[in-house]
């Protein structure tokens, strides 16, 4: 299975959008709250050289915002 | 082609009640959109929500999913239409996927917010710049950050920014902040806030991320280090997708109390509109009546 990624805030709709589409095609993902971790937020900004979430790490493919097509093609589902 | 009965176009609180109505009448029909809730997700909360004491935005948009799995309803994600035009007596649809043909059109794409227009905005679009407080204001921890826009999003979006950021400024072109009276002394008596009225936003700079920002208060010009823009200067109606009906000078689709439009088949409901208060519920019950004005049209016109 792909390694997914996500970085996110708490409160941000497209965020909770795409962990309940990863929930719902049962693909398990890592969710860092990039509003509390720092070094996580550096990381996120240097992967997708914007600052906005979601962004969304599927085996190094950046899906910036929540795609639900990109997400598909990038996980192959 | 096939011919649907109706289209409905977006599947916020409008478009969606429209689709229960429409479903409950058995038309043929499907929704067109680019995501299921709309706006209603940036809700924080609603507390004249009728059954409810208290409900998110998120919360009721699940239970809207809910509501709607009982009705099969043909519902395509993830396809935003581009453009409505009359095909002889029906309409064509253009959308990011293809093409479609209704009896009936209702327009229900709801609003967006209204942007900077200044230079550098799009250069810096999502590099500093964010038109969704609640979604981005954690990641400006300990920064200075500007919020342009003194009305009641942009009142809001301080308060929760005073929290989190260093140094926040508002930006009010206008020589007063207006709205609730508590809110604005909530906001002035705020240390690490800074109230910049009868200023105005020139050019955002910066190299990869956003820097600053130019200002202009009178004659004088000057720059503010921000590394985070937030734009809350409210809304446009999303109704760029149609020519051939009246709108206001607002942008807003002129609509009657059956939300018939001015042109015979195509119905408009909830934000998109010209109707009296954007609210989730009256967007509902705009909803209903277009549903129920495109099914009588079907049928009896």
Redesign the interface.
Known sequence: MKKVIIYS?????????AKDFFNEIKIEFINYD???D?EK?DEM?KKS?????PVIDIEGEII?GF???KIKTALEV | MRTYELIIVGAGPAGITAGIYAARKGMDFITLTG?I?GRT??S?DMENYVGYQFVT??ELVDKVKDHIKEFNMDIR??EQVREILKNQKNFRLTTSKGEYEAKTVIIATGREPKTLNVKGEDKFQ???I?Y?A????????DKSVAVVGGGNSGKHAVLQLARIAKKTYLIEIKKDLTGDSVVVEKIKNLDNVEILTETQIVEIYGD??VKGIKIKRGEEIQSLDVE?IFVEMGFVPKSGIINFIDKNKDGEIIVDCKNQTSYPGIFAAGDVTNVFAKQVIISCGEGAKAGLSAFEYINYV
């Open positions: 805030t708490s409160a941000c709709p497209y965020c909770r959008m990039v509003g509390i720092k937020l900004v050289s914007q600052i906005g979430v910036i795609d639900k097509e | 995501d809730g997700l940036f924080w935005g998120k994600e993830n999502n590099k500093g964010t969704c609640t979604c981005d204001a954690p990641l400006f921890r990869l991320l985070g």
